[in-house]
């Protein structure tokens, strides 16, 4: 079976090279991205804006313990963390579809209960960021992720959480590792004649290191939302940046600071966010100490601990 493996690594290998080595030269591509979608610009890292004062920085985190459907404890925690005295807000919640079966009806169990965890999970940051800019007042907020997330999972709380904004004048930003659009990479392939699939492959290596892709208005494909794309580190992978459509004019300045904060020989994230992320986690043997500790022995074992934690040893 290996050799098997092999012989399709090896021929998918081939078609993904032969597909890099068809790609146009970096300034051909430069040149289509700033026909066709917006300016590229440079700048200095290590600037900052005089406006911005505070920062409160937004993560969450899941994890679960059990067995299958409906069987499983989800565990939820999100945390925001304001840098002026080193303050931080965690909220903290459960679910379990045991004891919420009325939601689930003759529908797919697995797929209700994810939407369900998702939505909670999308809430539960936004929550972290209102409870943060009540308490502390600060003047940018940067999420762990993109803003369509919020918009689809928790569209009621990230309203309010928006007005609230507006009301505080605090700026918010959605930084995203991991870019999954595809409406640049759409508008250029025609004229580029290579088939580029998406806007992290577009983008990947044609910008330098501190370059910022500031798309134009008409191009922007995030209704109300105004993204920027960049290359923050010496990492030629893209970063996108989503912000509020009132809040574009300050855009340029907080990629410029967000950049400042970024290690530059680091996948292009800023530490801050990998902080926020550590902390925030719900690490499995946390959870395997909650439930040894809060739920009877046979409650634990009748009806949560999985089957594959009884295997023998092979």
């Not at 936004?126 to 992720?145: H, M, N, Q, T």
Request: net charge negative; proline share 4%.
């Amino acid at each position: 079976m290996e050799d098997g493996l092999k012989e399709i690594l090896k021929g998918i290998n081939s078609i993904l090279r032969e597909k890099r080595d068809a790609k146009p030269s970096k300034m051909v591509m430069r040149q289509a991205i700033e026909d066709k979608l917006g300016n590229i610009v440079r700048v200095n890292p290590g600037s900052k804006a005089d406006w911005i004062k505070s920062i409160l920085v937004v993560d969450g985190s899941f994890n679960s313990y059990g067995s299958s459907f409906p069987y499983i404890i989800n565990f939820f925690r999100s945390l925001a963390l304001f840098s002026s005295g080193n303050e931080r807000i965690f909220l903290n919640d459960i679910y379990m579809p045991l004891l919420d079966m009325e939601s689930f009806q003759d529908e797919d169990g697995e797929d209700v209960m994810k939407d369900i965890r998702d939505r909670r999970m999308a809430e539960m940051e936004v929550e972290a960021a209102i409870e943060g800019i009540k308490r502390f007042g600060a003047s940018l907020v940067v999420f762990d992720g993109g803003f369509l997330r919020y918009e689809d999972k928790a569209k009621d709380v990230f309203e309010d959480y928006r007005e609230l904004c507006r009301e505080a004048g605090a700026v918010s930003v959605g930084v995203i590792e991991e870019i999954g659009t595809f409406d640049m990479a759409r508008k250029l392939r025609d004229g580029l004649g290579y088939p580029v699939e998406d806007d992290r492959e577009l983008l990947f290596g044609v910008l330098e290191p501190y370059e910022i892709l500031e798309v134009r208005d008409e191009m922007q494909f995030k209704r109300g939302l105004y993204t920027v794309f960049a290359r923050p580190s010496m990492h030629p992978n893209p970063v996108a940046y989503d912000f509020f459509e009132e809040d574009k004019g300050r855009a340029l300045e907080i990629v410029r600071f967000l950049i400042s904060l970024t290690p530059a020989e680091s996948r292009g994230i800023p530490l801050i966010l990998d902080i926020v992320d550590s902390e925030a986690k719900i690490r499995s043997d946390e959870v395997e100490a909650l439930v040894d500790s809060f739920l009877d022995k046979d409650i634990k074992e009748g009806l949560f601990r999985p089957q594959r934690d009884r295997r023998f040893g092979l």
